[in-house]
Nanobody
Framework: QVQLVESGGGLVQPGDSLRLSCAVSGGIQSSYTVAWFRQAPGQEREFVGVIRSRSSGGRIYYGDSVKGRFSLSRDNAKGTVDLQMNSLNPEDTAVYYC???????????????????WGQGTQVIVSS
Protein backbone atom coordinates (compact mmCIF):
# COMPACT_ATOMS: atom_id res chain seq x y z
CA GLN A 1 0.00 0.00 0.00
CA VAL A 2 1.35 3.37 -1.01
CA GLN A 3 1.53 5.90 1.82
CA LEU A 4 0.79 9.51 1.03
CA VAL A 5 1.44 12.49 3.27
CA GLU A 6 0.13 15.95 2.46
CA SER A 7 1.60 19.10 3.94
CA GLY A 8 1.49 22.85 3.55
CA GLY A 9 -2.05 23.70 4.55
CA GLY A 10 -2.95 26.67 6.69
CA LEU A 11 -4.90 29.87 7.12
CA VAL A 12 -4.46 32.52 4.46
CA GLN A 13 -6.25 35.67 3.32
CA PRO A 14 -8.16 36.07 0.06
CA GLY A 15 -5.76 36.72 -2.80
CA ASP A 16 -2.88 34.92 -1.11
CA SER A 17 -0.97 31.92 -2.42
CA LEU A 18 -0.23 28.59 -0.80
CA ARG A 19 1.74 25.55 -1.85
CA LEU A 20 0.73 22.06 -0.85
CA SER A 21 2.96 19.03 -1.15
CA CYS A 22 2.19 15.33 -1.40
CA ALA A 23 4.98 12.91 -0.50
CA VAL A 24 4.65 9.44 -2.00
CA SER A 25 6.31 6.62 -0.10
CA GLY A 26 8.73 4.64 -2.21
CA GLY A 27 8.78 7.30 -4.89
CA ILE A 28 6.48 8.05 -7.81
CA GLN A 29 6.53 4.97 -9.99
CA SER A 30 6.14 5.39 -13.73
CA SER A 31 2.68 3.84 -13.52
CA TYR A 32 1.39 6.23 -10.85
CA THR A 33 -1.19 8.85 -11.64
CA VAL A 34 -1.30 11.41 -8.82
CA ALA A 35 -4.34 13.58 -8.23
CA TRP A 36 -5.53 16.22 -5.80
CA PHE A 37 -9.09 16.44 -4.56
CA ARG A 38 -10.69 18.70 -1.99
CA GLN A 39 -13.70 18.53 0.25
CA ALA A 40 -15.42 21.52 1.77
CA PRO A 41 -17.67 21.15 4.81
CA GLY A 42 -20.98 19.59 3.88
CA GLN A 43 -19.97 19.07 0.27
CA GLU A 44 -18.85 16.17 -1.85
CA ARG A 45 -15.21 15.65 -2.68
CA GLU A 46 -14.20 17.68 -5.73
CA PHE A 47 -11.53 17.01 -8.31
CA VAL A 48 -8.77 19.66 -8.30
CA GLY A 49 -6.12 18.37 -10.69
CA VAL A 50 -4.07 15.41 -11.83
CA ILE A 51 -0.67 14.52 -13.22
CA ARG A 52 -1.01 11.39 -15.29
CA SER A 53 1.59 8.66 -15.04
CA ARG A 54 4.84 8.96 -16.94
CA SER A 55 3.90 5.79 -18.79
CA SER A 56 0.74 7.57 -20.01
CA GLY A 57 2.53 10.73 -21.05
CA GLY A 58 2.44 12.73 -17.82
CA ARG A 59 -0.08 15.33 -18.95
CA ILE A 60 -1.72 17.60 -16.42
CA TYR A 61 -5.41 18.39 -16.12
CA TYR A 62 -7.34 20.70 -13.79
CA GLY A 63 -10.84 21.03 -12.50
CA ASP A 64 -12.83 23.92 -13.91
CA SER A 65 -13.02 25.79 -10.60
CA VAL A 66 -9.23 26.05 -10.25
CA LYS A 67 -8.09 26.30 -13.87
CA GLY A 68 -5.77 29.26 -14.35
CA ARG A 69 -5.12 29.68 -10.62
CA PHE A 70 -3.69 26.34 -9.51
CA SER A 71 -0.79 24.43 -10.97
CA LEU A 72 0.69 21.00 -10.39
CA SER A 73 4.29 19.90 -10.56
CA ARG A 74 6.08 16.63 -9.95
CA ASP A 75 9.56 16.11 -8.54
CA ASN A 76 10.54 12.54 -9.26
CA ALA A 77 13.79 12.82 -7.30
CA LYS A 78 11.95 13.86 -4.15
CA GLY A 79 8.91 11.70 -4.78
CA THR A 80 6.53 14.63 -4.38
CA VAL A 81 3.70 16.27 -6.26
CA ASP A 82 3.08 19.90 -5.37
CA LEU A 83 -0.06 21.95 -5.77
CA GLN A 84 0.61 25.67 -6.18
CA MET A 85 -2.52 27.64 -5.38
CA ASN A 86 -2.73 31.31 -6.34
CA SER A 87 -5.45 33.94 -6.04
CA LEU A 88 -7.13 32.00 -3.29
CA ASN A 89 -10.68 32.88 -2.33
CA PRO A 90 -12.98 31.69 0.47
CA GLU A 91 -14.55 29.12 -1.86
CA ASP A 92 -11.19 27.32 -1.89
CA THR A 93 -11.55 26.53 1.80
CA ALA A 94 -11.47 22.76 2.13
CA VAL A 95 -9.49 19.74 3.20
CA TYR A 96 -7.14 18.89 0.35
CA TYR A 97 -6.26 15.27 -0.36
CA CYS A 98 -3.77 13.69 -2.71
CA UNK A 99 -4.39 10.29 -4.21
CA UNK A 100 -2.50 7.75 -6.27
CA UNK A 101 -3.75 5.20 -8.73
CA UNK A 102 -2.20 2.86 -11.27
CA UNK A 103 -3.64 2.23 -14.69
CA UNK A 104 -5.92 5.26 -14.46
CA UNK A 105 -7.49 5.87 -17.85
CA UNK A 106 -8.04 9.41 -19.08
CA UNK A 107 -11.82 9.29 -18.77
CA UNK A 108 -11.50 8.38 -15.07
CA UNK A 109 -8.90 10.87 -13.83
CA UNK A 110 -11.50 13.02 -12.07
CA UNK A 111 -13.23 10.10 -10.34
CA UNK A 112 -12.39 9.15 -6.77
CA UNK A 113 -12.87 5.46 -7.47
CA UNK A 114 -9.90 5.49 -9.86
CA UNK A 115 -7.48 5.96 -6.95
CA UNK A 116 -6.49 3.25 -4.50
CA UNK A 117 -4.35 5.22 -2.06
CA TRP A 118 -5.22 8.45 -0.26
CA GLY A 119 -3.48 10.76 2.14
CA GLN A 120 -4.97 12.01 5.39
CA GLY A 121 -5.62 15.48 4.00
CA THR A 122 -4.43 18.97 4.85
CA GLN A 123 -6.73 21.83 5.81
CA VAL A 124 -6.76 25.07 3.82
CA ILE A 125 -8.76 28.00 5.16
CA VAL A 126 -9.12 31.19 3.17
CA SER A 127 -10.56 33.96 5.28
CA SER A 128 -10.10 37.62 6.00
Amino acid sequence: QVQLVESGGGLVQPGDSLRLSCAVSGGIQSSYTVAWFRQAPGQEREFVGVIRSRSSGGRIYYGDSVKGRFSLSRDNAKGTVDLQMNSLNPEDTAVYYCAVGSGVILSSVAQERAYSSWGQGTQVIVSS
